[in-house]
């Protein structure tokens, strides 16, 4: 029966009434504000919670961040938090044959072009 699907999920939507001034708490547990208000970024497609902080004022946090919404908003991570995250820098995956200069997966023993022996 496909209406009870649609049951479903109906019952699982928020009012934007019930949403609105709801507690924003983040990872760590802190509460961050309440909700004030959603806004929509045209653009990138991307809903925008507005939470109302007591320390900085209107915070947007998107709603990628946004981890669970039941009886509270719960947040990914703190949102002190830069939102981006440095990935750390990968190892070289290459080296040059010190023979012919070929350049090689870092794991080779040999060099692939000339035969000879990589010294690492
Ligand atoms: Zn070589």
Redesign the pocket.
């Known amino acids: 029966m496909g209406r009870k699907t649609i049951m479903e999920r109906q019952r699982k939507h928020i009012s934007s009434q019930k949403f609105i001034g709801m507690q924003v708490i983040d990872s760590k547990g802190v509460i961050v504000g309440n909700v004030k208000d959603f806004v929509i970024n045209p653009i990138d497609k991307e809903i925008l919670l507005v939470v109302s902080s007591k320390t900085e004022g209107d915070i947007e946090v998107p709603l990628t961040n946004v981890s669970s919404i039941e009886d509270v908003v719960l947040l990914v991570r703190s949102a002190e938090a830069p939102v981006v995250q440095q990935a750390p820098a990968p190892a070289p995956v290459t080296i040059n044959?010190?023979?012919?200069?070929?350049t090689?997966p870092s794991h080779a023993k040999f060099?692939?072009?000339?035969?000879?022996k990589?010294r690492q």
Do not use: D, Y
């Open positions: 044959c010190k023979s012919c200069g070929a090689l060099c692939a072009k000339c035969g000879s990589v």
